[in-house]
Nanobody, 115 residues
């Protein structure tokens, strides 16, 4: 079992930048591709970006340009950098880890972008 905990969210101003972190613990040896998703109020949960253990990245078409996903395998961390922030980035951001036992989700963290 892998336990994921997101951090780094909060209330931020449009035009600024933010880095979200996701810390993995537990059976981290089984972690494969990791991803960030987000869910805005009244909307479905959508993928933002994913990253393989080797560092290959994939971004949702609508997320290209302002989002950067990265990971530190030695520290069992995955990050999401957003720059510049827009009000429409307001959402709960979730970390997802694919493991040999199936997907594991973090509880999510709120990001609110004020205009």
């Amino acid at each position: 079992q892998v336990h994921l905990v997101e951090s780094g969210g909060g209330i931020v101003q449009a035009g600024g930048s933010l880095r979200l972190s996701c810390a993995a613990s537990g059976s981290v040896y089984s972690l494969g591709t990791m991803a960030w998703y987000r869910q805005a109020p009244g909307e479905e949960r959508d993928m933002v970006a994913e990253i393989s253990p080797g560092g290959s990245t994939t971004y949702a078409d609508s997320m290209k340009g302002r989002f950067t996903i990265s990971r530190d395998n030695a520290a069992n961390m995955v990050y999401l950098h957003i720059n510049p922030l827009k009000p429409e980035d307001t959402a709960v951001y979730f970390c997802l880890g694919h493991t040999a036992l199936g997907p594991s989700w973090g509880e999510g963290i709120q990001v609110t972008v004020s205009s």
